[in-house]
């Protein structure tokens, strides 16, 4: 079978969705890491080279029997050039205005912006990440493993992480931008995952023959209801 790449935005849930619908019997498990934050790093067979910001993954030869399932960030159009046959999903993001745009955006902020690298091994992955995108080592000498994510990465743009640039920046890299134009095979609109998760066992079903055996859909719409709970 082809890869399926699950294509997604940051804080949208998505090497969850991957980690899960893997244990499906047509699909490959996925090895996945779960941490405090509520954050799962899943480890696909392009080492997560996908979800970086320029991706330059190696070609991996497809399982003939069994879906691979891989998180990727818009690399959609990567993947297909690499492949005559690829099945992708798209989580689309939500309406700007709405109120699980701002819940995307929450767990944005407290899964990865502003907590720090899980391990050691992450902290490093993650300095590589912005040493590829910013073409800049200096900012490295300035780095400790507890720092979080946001201020490594204005430190690798060369920006004092002090309080109110960190406002700015936040302002900048957490705007809305338009929905990929790439084709996929199943596009799942966000809200589905809290409002519809009977759709979308039915539509992964019908389009790729997946059959999802377990409840953790529900994960979704649990966790939305833990966040509007009172502290």
Known sequence: MPFLFVDYDQGAGGEFFCSQLSLSPQCVPLEVERFDTGRSKVRDRFGQEFLKADPSPEYQEPNLEKFELVPCHRGWTL???????????RISNPPEDSELWQYLQHNRLKKVLLAPQPEGKYFLGELDVLIRKTNNRDFVRHVNKDMNNLTLQMLADNIEPTEQNQKLYLEKIMRQVPEPTASYDLVIPYEKLF???????QQIKQVFGIDILTSWLETYQQEYEAYHQPA
Request: avoid cysteine.
């Open 79 to 89: 993947a297909a050039s690499m492949y005559d046959r690829v099945h992708s999903i």
């Open 195 to 201: 409002r519809d998760t009977t759709w979308v066992a």
